[in-house]
């Protein structure tokens, strides 16, 4: 197991912005943490990064509680946070080098120059960081996050703003990083890449985790079948767990507009949503 959490809760004055929640991720898994705005996503990261103090729980790093020895814990993990935090004054490859120091990672040139290859930036290395589009940033961010070595990578947002290519170019990264038996946090609201990259994805709403499996799973227990309605003035996806039901369900009701296809992890996440 490389991260193992129990029983953790961060309130904000009144506001339980995370209650009660518990979950593991093992050695070389891409673990989603999903969820509608505010639902306690990064307040759960900042925590696990020993970045913000839980009120409750704990958070265990290959055994060892984080908080307990937070220094030895922040050597074997890395973040990308939600917010931009580069310094827009250096360039990039300065970026990179400087994170390497206070890593006191030497002579890392080398693992520079194949970082910035590794995430399609090498042109760019003598820009300042701050001269560079959301996208560009983002992938600096990810390079620095990896040079650490670190074992356990929590990713908050990596891929909001990249447009459709290099957002693909992202999880063929995320999964080389899987390969490397090293373990993911992920936490996305393109529903796509959940299902793409994940083994497990948590749902989270209101601070607590309503629902945790496979992304397959899920599906699975929502209904694999997905009716959209159109054209009746109220168009909707009504999901079914069986043909059988779909077809009494499309022959009582005469829908001059209709599509029937595989659930996809956002209509999981929506029909949660409803029913809440
Ligand atoms: N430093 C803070 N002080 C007060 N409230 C906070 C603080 N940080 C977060 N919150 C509140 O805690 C709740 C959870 O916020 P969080 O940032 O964890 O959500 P999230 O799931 O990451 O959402 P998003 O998808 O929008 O990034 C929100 O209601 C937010 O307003
Ligand atoms: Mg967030």
């Known amino acids: 197991m490389m991260l193992k959490v129990d029983n953790l809760s961060k309130s904000f004055g009144r506001l339980k912005a995370v209650d009660d929640i518990s979950f593991d991720i093992k050695k070389g898994e891409i673990f989603g943490l999903l969820g509608e705005n505010g639902a306690g996503k990064t307040t759960t990261i900042k925590m696990l990064a020993t970045l913000l103090r839980p009120d409750n729980g704990s958070i265990a790093l290959n055994g060892e509680d984080v908080w307990r020895n937070r220094y030895l814990a922040r050597q074997n993990m890395a973040i990308v946070s939600q917010e931009m935090n580069l310094e827009y004054e250096l360039t990039v490859y300065e970026a990179l080098h400087t994170y390497c120091l ?5 002579n890392a040139k080398k ?3 194949n970082m910035l290859e590794r995430l399609n930036i090498a042109d760019k290395r003598n820009e300042r960081t701050g001269a560079l589009s959301g996208g560009q940033k983002r992938r600096v961010m990810t390079a620095r996050a990896l040079l650490s070595g670190a074992g356990m990578i929590f ?16 999880w063929d990264i995320i999964n080389s990083i899987k390969a490397e038996g090293r373990s993911i946090l ?10 793409y990259l ?5 749902i989270m709403e209101k601070g607590r985790i309503i629902h945790m499996n496979t992304p397959d799973s899920l599906i699975n227990q929502a209904g694999t079948y997905a009716l959209d309605i159109n054209g009746t003035g109220q168009a909707k996806t009504m999901l079914f767990s069986d043909s059988l039901l779909l077809n009494d369900y499309l022959s009582v009701h005469n829908f001059e507009e209709y ?3 595989r ?3 956002e209509d999981v996440l929506i029909s949660y949503g409803k029913s809440a």
Do not use: F, Q, S
Not at 155 to 170: F, H, K, Q, S, Y
């Open 102 to 106: 206070l890593r006191n990672k030497r």
């Open 259 to 261: 599509r029937v296809r």
């Open 186 to 195: 992920l936490t996305t609201h393109y529903t796509d890449e959940a299902e």
């Open 198 to 202: 994940c083994g497990r994805v948590a």
């Open 263 to 265: 659930t996809k992890l």
């Open 111 to 113: 693992e520079i120059e």
């Open 155 to 170: 990713m908050d947002e990596p891929t909001i703003g990249l447009d459709p290519m290099i957002r693909r170019e992202m």
